[in-house]
């Protein structure tokens, strides 16, 4: 059974930075996307960044230059590394695993970003 487990969510002031991590078990992921989405209160879900198994990345423009998506293949887990945070950045971040034709999800963490 796969499943995803995200940490590192929590009250930020802007400007801020916050670091998630999502950890994947439950099958040898050698093909993948991985990714991050957001969702805020009243609003659909976004896609945040994404990761390829080979390495290559892809950002939502609202975030490009200050997330950053990296990964630990030895730990079958994503990061995401949230720098100059803004208010309009807090909301409910999952991670995300395209896999074997599959999608899983994670159970999601709250960000918020407040004075």
């Known amino acids: 059974q796969v499943q995803l487990v995200e940490s590192g969510g929590g009250l930020v002031q802007p400007g801020g930075s916050l670091r998630l991590s999502c950890a994947a078990s439950?099958?040898?992921?050698?093909?993948?996307?991985m990714g991050w989405y957001r969702q805020a209160p009243g609003k659909q879900r976004e896609q945040v960044a994404t990761?390829?198994?080979?390495?290559?990345?892809n950002y939502a423009d609202s975030v490009k230059g200050r997330f950053t998506i990296s990964r630990d293949s030895t730990k079958n887990t994503v990061y995401l590394q949230m720098n100059s945070l803004k208010p309009e950045d807090t909301g409910v971040y999952y991670c995300?695993?395209?896999?074997?034709?599959?999608?899983?999800w994670g159970q999601g963490t709250q960000v918020t970003v407040s004075s």
């Open positions: 995300c695993l395209e896999w074997r034709r599959n999608v899983y």
């Open positions: 439950g099958g040898i992921f050698s093909i993948y996307i």
């Open positions: 990761i390829i198994s080979g390495g290559s990345t």
